[in-house]
């Protein structure tokens, strides 16, 4: 697959994205906190022949730029809505991971012309009213981030979950490595969330919008938080994927696929 490395200079960062031949519509996706474009990379060539696809770094991620003290979930959103204005022509789908996935809901609630479909990918929806949530996780990836170590230093101390293979374990750390590590902070203390309307952006969303939940232990997205969204969403329809924690897409990739793929054709997209 052949992916260009691209930037967009907006009045906050630089923010860097690559793009894929236009083979079709544009397929837009985005990773979770911590995360880098790399991390979409199988899941796009599985879509590369019928869509345009695109992946951004967030602000503070991979090759995008730092912004300290401004990492919450609407600088996140402002991030994507600048790329579809001043990047894409047409709607696009839009595919989020988690942090990506808050994105998409804000982007798809006040930037309707610019959303074909919107696909959330086990979203921490109501995360801000759970304070309770454990960030055992999160903590350790910060410590990781803010260490100084090396990449190989970091794999020989981690206990790797059994699905995840070495490629894949070299992926997370190395986005780790390229990680402002106060988006890690901002999450754990749940700053990120403020000010973020979750209810009021789900029910100004009018475009067909697939919730997928991961729901297996260790998911973001309890079965009444999706059935509570749910209720908000015009057109939205929700999919539980077993067997599968919050890395759901990577998991259970089969399965992940399916669900967008049948969704998209669905909808004729």
């Not at 906190?33 to 899941?43: E, F, I």
């Not at 969330?193 to 939940?213: H, K, N, S, W």
Request: net charge neutral; glycine share 8%; with cysteine.
């Amino acid at each position: 697959m052949n992916l260009v490395r691209r930037s967009l200079e907006t009045p906050e960062l630089s923010l860097s994205y690559v793009e894929g031949p236009k083979s079709g519509p544009p397929l837009v996706w985005l990773h979770g906190v911590s995360g880098r474009s790399q991390r979409w990379r199988a899941h796009m060539e599985a879509f590369v022949d019928r869509w345009q696809v695109f992946a951004l770094d967030a602000r503070g991620h991979g090759r995008s730029g730092r912004t300290p003290g401004r990492y919450s979930w609407l600088d996140h959103a402002r991030d994507l809505d600048a790329f579809l204005r001043a990047v894409l022509t047409e709607p696009a789908v839009l595919v989020g991971h988690s942090l990506g996935a808050m994105q998409v809901v804000k982007v798809a609630a006040g930037s309707p012309a610019a959303v074909a479909c919107a696909v959330l990918v086990d979203p921490p929806l109501y995360a801000r009213e759970r304070p309770e949530t454990d960030f055992t996780q999160f903590r350790l990836m910060e410590g990781a981030a803010r260490s100084g170590m090396r990449v190989e230093q970091i794999l020989a101390l981690w206990a790797a979950p059994p699905w995840m293979s070495e490629a894949l374990q070299r992926e997370y750390v190395e986005g780790l490595m390229e990680l402002d590590p106060e988006n890690l902070t901002v999450t754990i203390n749940l700053k990120a969330m403020r000010g973020f309307a979750v209810d009021e952006y789900l029910a100004r969303i009018q475009c067909p919008t697939l919730v997928i939940r991961a729901g297996g232990e260790g998911g973001a997205l309890p079965q009444a938080d999706l059935d509570r969204g749910l209720s908000r969403l015009t057109r939205g329809l929700g999919v539980v994927i077993p067997c599968s924690g919050h890395q759901v897409d990577a998991e259970q990739s089969t399965a992940f696929r399916r669900a967008l793929d049948d969704f998209l054709r669905a909808r004729a997209v």
